[in-house]
């Protein structure tokens, strides 16, 4: 049996501290467009960068919570949440994913935000009693929800074509789709298992024809805490499944999936980009080139 103490504490700290700045696409801080600029509010790197690729140099992108930090625990300072209010447009993934920021999200809602939350509109699959936050996974819904942005975006400003911009980013990632499966197709049927630290590699694994065989920390939220004898369970399941990886997140401590490696043999712990882009001029900067690292990076482990 596997007995480990870990504290899942793991960003408050950090939290406060960069809770106190935006991670900004444009360059600008959140309010401070020109007059008549439209500015977006987007609550992860990912949804920023989507956004981003719509408005184009007609407007200004900004991402709430910091390029790696759990998208899950971020908490918002009084400044952010203030920004919610004073966006032209705030883009939320939803389905529980920004669970720190809900209260803020919530309160400007009602105060009459302009909110769009993509994951419900994207036909999500099932998760446990809920519902997978973790569509950006998969390039077609990415590709839609870059057309709900661009929707949004000309009701507040119809004299702009934002949806020949979504169109265009529709293609790339139409592109991106068929190279993926390129990448992957040095992974054997028999090898396409999955471990993963939280479950966020659904979309992914129906995608691309993969199953995910076990998680180490249980659901879709990295705030949960796994007892000893589901990590011993896990631990049972990989020697069972032959499985020779672990994929963990950049934006999360990977303690519990490098214990639970430790007891078996020869298993690897990956690390994936899975709910934050990387470094903006890093090859994980955007979200096309963190699916490709990603699947990169899953093919050399499995294949």
């Given at each position: 049996?596997?007995?480990?103490?870990?504290?899942?504490?793991?960003?408050?700290?950090?939290?406060?501290?960069v809770?106190?700045v935006?991670?900004?696409?444009?360059?600008?801080?959140?309010?401070s467009?020109?007059?008549?600029?439209?500015?977006?509010?987007?609550t992860?790197?990912?949804?920023?960068?989507?956004?981003?690729?719509?408005?184009?140099?007609?407007g200004?992108?900004v991402?709430?919570?910091?390029?790696?930090?759990?998208?899950?625990?971020?908490?918002?300072?009084?400044?952010?949440?203030?920004?919610?209010?004073?966006?032209?447009?705030?883009?939320?993934?939803?389905?529980?994913?920004?669970e720190?920021?809900?209260?803020?999200?919530?309160?400007?809602?009602?105060?009459?935000?302009?909110?769009l939350?993509?994951?419900?509109?994207?036909?999500p699959?099932?998760?446990?009693?809920?519902a997978?936050?973790h569509?950006?996974?998969?390039?077609?819904?990415v590709?839609?929800?870059?057309?709900?942005?661009?929707?949004?975006?000309?009701?507040?400003?119809p004299?702009?074509?934002?949806?020949?911009?979504?169109?265009?980013?529709?293609?790339?990632?139409?592109?991106?789709?068929?190279?993926i499966?390129?990448i992957?197709?040095?992974?054997?049927?028999?090898?396409?298992?999955?471990v993963?630290?939280?479950d966020?590699?659904?979309?992914?694994?129906?995608?691309y024809?993969?199953q995910?065989?076990?998680?180490?920390?249980?659901?879709?939220?990295?705030?949960?805490?796994?007892?000893s004898a589901?990590?011993?369970?896990?631990?049972?399941?990989?020697?069972?499944?032959?499985?020779?990886?672990?994929?963990?997140?950049?934006?999360s401590?990977?303690?519990?999936?490098?214990?639970?490696?430790a007891?078996?043999?020869?298993?690897?712990?990956?690390?994936?980009?899975?709910?934050?882009?990387?470094?903006?001029?890093?090859?994980?900067?955007?979200?096309?080139?963190?699916?490709r690292?990603?699947?990169?990076?899953?093919?050399?482990?499995?294949?």
């Amino acid at each position: 049996m596997i007995t480990i103490l870990i504290s899942r504490n793991k960003t408050r700290i950090g939290t406060l501290i960069v809770g106190l700045v935006f991670s900004v696409i444009s360059g600008c801080d959140a309010g401070s467009g020109k007059d008549g600029t439209i500015t977006v509010v987007a609550t992860t790197s990912i949804w920023g960068d989507v956004a981003a690729r719509v408005v184009g140099p007609d407007g200004e992108v900004v991402t709430l919570i910091p390029r790696g930090a759990d998208a899950h625990d971020y908490q918002a300072s009084p400044q952010q949440a203030a920004s919610l209010r004073e966006a032209d447009l705030v883009v939320v993934n939803g389905l529980g994913l920004e669970e720190g920021l809900q209260e803020a999200l919530s309160a400007a809602a009602t105060d009459g935000a302009n909110v769009l939350g993509i994951a419900p509109l994207l036909d999500p699959r099932p998760l446990g009693d809920g519902a997978d936050p973790h569509v950006w996974f998969d390039p077609s819904r990415v590709a839609e929800a870059a057309q709900l942005i661009a929707t949004r975006l000309v009701e507040i400003d119809p004299e702009v074509d934002w949806a020949a911009r979504a169109d265009a980013y529709g293609v790339e990632l139409d592109e991106l789709d068929v190279e993926i499966e390129t990448i992957l197709g040095v992974v054997e049927p028999e090898r396409r298992k999955l471990v993963t630290n939280h479950d966020s590699l659904g979309y992914f694994a129906d995608r691309y024809g993969f199953q995910v065989v076990g998680v180490v920390i249980p659901g879709g939220s990295t705030l949960s805490q796994p007892s000893s004898a589901q990590l011993a369970e896990l631990v049972s399941r990989i020697e069972e499944e032959a499985v020779p990886a672990i994929f963990a997140e950049t934006s999360s401590p990977t303690d519990l999936a490098e214990a639970v490696a430790a007891e078996t043999d020869g298993v690897a712990v990956v690390e994936l980009h899975t709910e934050s882009l990387g470094a903006p001029d890093s090859t994980t900067g955007t979200l096309l080139g963190m699916l490709r690292a990603n699947a990169e990076r899953i093919a050399d482990a499995l294949g």
